[in-house]
């Protein structure tokens, strides 16, 4: 069948799938060369009375899912609308959802039960922990990428605490997974996409699902009967799945897990005393069940005091068909080490250890995706071990993580060691978690992408903006490297606007005390819009919160002290050009750029003033100049 040539920005490569009301294609952003898939909704499939309410759910949808940050949630990227159609553009994955798997017939065994149900669980409890309800979780909305992460999709009928688009008496679901609730048209809540978990949990671990047979037959089944003992259908499992499964599946929402961390820790619990029944682990009985389910709702209370992933010396597969992304937290205090593990151990897979040595040993053997390292330690400082593990493993992400404000060592940090963010002691454990996942997702798809060195050619269109009151640093610049590039000189905000929209720049080198207020803030907007251009700040300022503002929301390159070292100069002025160049040649690699969004500065007058000129810088020129 034909398809559209482009849907608003994006070009069509072809048709993912069809329904009764649209389709999902397979699309290409040139802006940034990614690949994305786009959901369309057909307005003509739509009766004229319905259009509206449909429409109106369609991009509730993208609203709802767009402000989850999770790597085990599918990302949305964009919502649009023509004359034929609403669309909604969205992360591709590559993989297959479990249902398909299924289908073919697909067997796991305990530990990948364990894994699949707990990486299903941790991504719906940041939805719940954002007021959203999925209300439909089903394998066919469970996708499995190539590397075995989990993500899920279809949130079309997501249910918000201000959601006023499904009212009370609404059946909407699909009925094998459907909570007693759904089916008599009651309020729904987190208890009832922990049911629908249950029934895949269910089906993995017997090959079953709980209630089988006709709509109306299920119903009757859900509201009346209870399930089968896993353990009659599959006599591997213990009796503590049992009592599990028969409480995520209870009639009534309040007899349930009450939340997704709670059947998390239990649940996990449970695979070990299967495990332990067939000699893979230590076993439990029946009458270990209730207090294994009082452990985990004790657990729960407590904030995640639920057994670890693993350690940099425990025994974990880094080789699972499923597998999570892999952290390493360095630190010198056990109780640090101990509460960033309390956070993070439920959704990947985690590595600690007070040693920066051995964490730089552990590299060498096994890649870690994120690595959260403290500063002040006395073996090591966390700019060396960042420095060292950038050199290891140049694709993980880096976080420092200090708690005092050490100018010399947070300059350090990026110059040496390009940390992705910094993070103050004491953190806040919403914005950690934000920062990590970040991270985490960034991380993944750098350990995919396949790049080659970029050599710095003789001859490059792309140039050098220098932003300062004076010309000394802008003289001194042209020197070093005006024979291989163009070298442009700006005083002011006007001036540095005009040059970018004439010149195509790489590199800005800029005088945070030079215009300051305008000047970061110009930064800031330059690397959300244009995350391709990368900046050099001079300073001679000695405040540090400055400077880790300018890393978080600005992704500064390098720093350098005035009066300006030349050497140093020409070094980072090279390795500047060679990323931009490298950008050019995998423009994933910009994810590991993205920033911090800086609200407050995009709204204001100056704000408004830099983002009308420099919004359409990248269109304009990356990807467009020559490199020879």
């Known amino acids: 069948m034909t398809h559209p040539a482009k849907i608003g920005k994006y070009e069509i490569q072809g048709v993912l799938g069809r329904g009764g009301m649209g389709a999902v294609f397979k699309g290409f952003d040139q802006a940034i060369s990614r690949a994305v898939a786009i959901k369309t909704i057909a307005k003509s499939s739509l ?3 319905e259009l509206e309410h449909l429409l109106a759910r369609f991009r509730h949808e993208a609203q709802v899912v767009g402000r989850l940050a999770h790597p085990g949630i599918v990302q949305i990227y964009d919502y649009g609308e023509d004359e034929d159609l609403a669309y909604i553009v ?3 994955v590559n993989g297959k959802t479990l249902h398909e798997h299924l289908l073919q017939h697909a067997n796991y065994d305990l530990r990948e039960v364990g894994e699949i149900i707990g990486q299903v669980l941790d991504a719906l409890g940041h939805a719940h922990a954002a007021g959203v309800v999925h209300r439909d979780v089903k394998p066919s909305n469970l996708m499995i990428n190539r590397d075995g992460g989990i993500k899920i999709s279809d949130f079309g009928i997501a249910h918000t605490e201000a959601s006023e688009l499904t009212q009370h008496g609404d059946v909407l679901g699909t009925p094998h997974y459907m909570a007693p609730e759904q089916f008599l048209g009651l309020p729904i809540g987190v208890a009832t996409d922990l049911y629908a978990v249950g029934v895949i949990a269910y089906d993995l671990l017997t090959g079953s699902k709980p209630f089988v047979g006709s709509t109306a037959t299920v119903m009757q089944q859900v509201l009346n009967q209870r399930p089968a003992d896993p ?3 599959n006599p591997a499992l213990s009796p503590v799945l049992d009592q599990v499964l028969q409480q995520a599946l209870a009639k009534k929402p309040e007899d349930r897990f009450q939340s997704a961390r709670e059947f998390s820790g239990v ?3 449970a695979i070990e005393a299967s495990l332990g029944q067939t000699g893979s682990a230590p076993g439990a009985s029946l009458a270990d069940a209730a207090g294994l389910i009082q452990a985990g709702a004790a657990a729960q209370a407590a904030d995640g005091a639920i057994a670890d992933d693993g350690g940099a010396g425990g025994a974990i597969s880094l080789d699972r068909s499923v597998r999570k992304a892999r952290i390493l937290m360095v630190d010198d205090e056990e109780r640090i080490l101990t509460a960033l593990k309390s956070i993070f151990r439920l959704r990947y897979h985690v590595f600690a250890t007070t040693d920066g040595n051995k964490a730089l040993e552990f590299m060498k053997k096994y890649q870690m995706h994120v690595v959260i390292s403290d500063q002040r330690m006395p073996i090591m400082t966390g700019v060396e071990l960042l420095r060292q593990a950038r050199e290891i493993s140049p694709a993980s992400v880096r976080i420092l993580l200090t708690g005092y404000s050490d100018l010399a060592s947070i300059v350090g940090s990026i110059n040496d060691g390009q940390v992705y963010r910094f993070i103050s002691k004491p953190w806040d454990n919403k914005e950690l978690q934000q920062t990590v996942a970040e991270a985490v997702t960034i991380a993944l798809e750098l350990a995919e992408a396949k790049t080659t060195p970029v050599a710095l050619p003789q001859k490059m269109d792309a140039g050098v903006l220098v932003i300062d009151n004076d010309q000394e640093v802008f003289r001194v610049a ?6 291989r590039c163009p070298v442009c000189y700006a005083s002011c905000l006007d001036d540095a606007i005009a040059a970018m929209q004439s010149q195509e720049i790489a590199v800005v080198v800029a005088d945070v005390e030079a215009g300051h207020e305008d000047t970061t803030a110009m930064l800031k907007l ?16 000695s405040d540090s919160e400055l400077v880790i503002r300018l890393i978080n929301e600005a992704q500064v390159f390098r720093f350098l002290n005035k009066p300006v070292n030349v050497k140093l100069l020409k070094q980072h002025l090279e390795a500047a050009l060679e990323r931009y160049l490298a950008f050019r040649e995998a423009p994933q690699l910009l994810r590991q750029h993205k920033v911090q969004s800086s609200g407050e500065v995009r709204d204001s007058s100056v704000g408004q003033k830099i983002l009308s000129g420099i919004k359409s810088l990248r269109g304009r020129w990356f990807g467009a100049g020559k490199k020879s």
């Open 47 to 49: 009766d004229a009375g």
């Open 90 to 92: 969205m992360e591709l």
């Open 231 to 233: 353990s009659s259908l």
């Open 267 to 269: 649940f996990r619990r």
């Open 478 to 483: 042209r020197e070093l490297i005006g024979g």
């Open 526 to 541: 330059l690397k959300q819009e244009n995350p391709q251009i990368l900046s050099i700040v001079l300073t001679t300022a």
